[in-house]
């Protein structure tokens, strides 16, 4: 199993412009997160997904889209990117259980908007 | 507003050392607390605590919960330079989405 995979890995990007991170999990796991996470922030919530089709608003939404139209990927656009994008993207999976949900992280994509 | 926070910000030990992490929370509708640890890359589960008083171990790691304070505390005893890394407190809340909220995390230095 890969378990939770990204890409791409690094990115630099101009103000402006955009782009597309794809999150990949091979685990078959119901819900999915994208998080950033900048210095001193921990980790912040973007967007999610509790299933196929289904997205929702985190923390912090405000310039990015998301899609999740198969099971196994959960997609994070930028569409016209801002230097205070800059940041290390996280995307995430976990199990619908009844109880706690511990989450699966994938490496990371370490983006740069000049 | 729900706020986890995490003290202190930064920490450096020598090995051999033993070490506390703390976090505290403020959630409504509280359901677990998660531990992650955070080395180069992708954060890593340590623990999960749903109940008080009742201590997880792992190896020379271990973690408790307070649901009354509202706190938990991770230790690491006789710390070793691979123990170096960002350590993560999260809370899930009774929300059927698995959402969770985090501190800012605390970031350990272990000197040999």
Known sequence: NAGVTQTPKFRVLKTGQSMTLLCAQD????????YRQ??????????YSVGEGTTAKGEVPDGYNVSRLKKQNF????????????????????????????????????LTVT | EDKVVQSPL?????????????????VTNFRSL?????EKKAPTFLFMLTSSGIEKKSGRLSSILDKKELFSI???????????????CAVDRSSNTGKLIFGQGTTLQVKP
């Open chain 1, 27 to 34: 685990m078959n796991h119901e819900y999915m997160y994208w």
């Open chain 1, 38 to 47: 900048d210095p001193g922030m921990g980790l912040r919530l973007i967007h």
């Open chain 1, 75 to 110: 997609l994070l656009g930028l569409e016209s990117a801002a230097p205070s994008q800059t940041s290390v993207y996280f995307c995430a999976s976990s199990y619908r259980w009844t109880g706690v949900y511990e989450q699966y992280f994938g490496p990371g994509t370490r």
């Open chain 2, 10 to 26: 930064s920490l450096v030990v020598h090995e051999g050392d033993t070490v506390t992490l703390n976090c505290s929370y403020e």
């Open chain 2, 34 to 38: 998660l531990w992650y640890k955070q």
């Open chain 2, 74 to 88: 991770l230790n690491i005893t006789a710390t070793q330079t691979g123990d170096s890394a960002v350590y993560l």
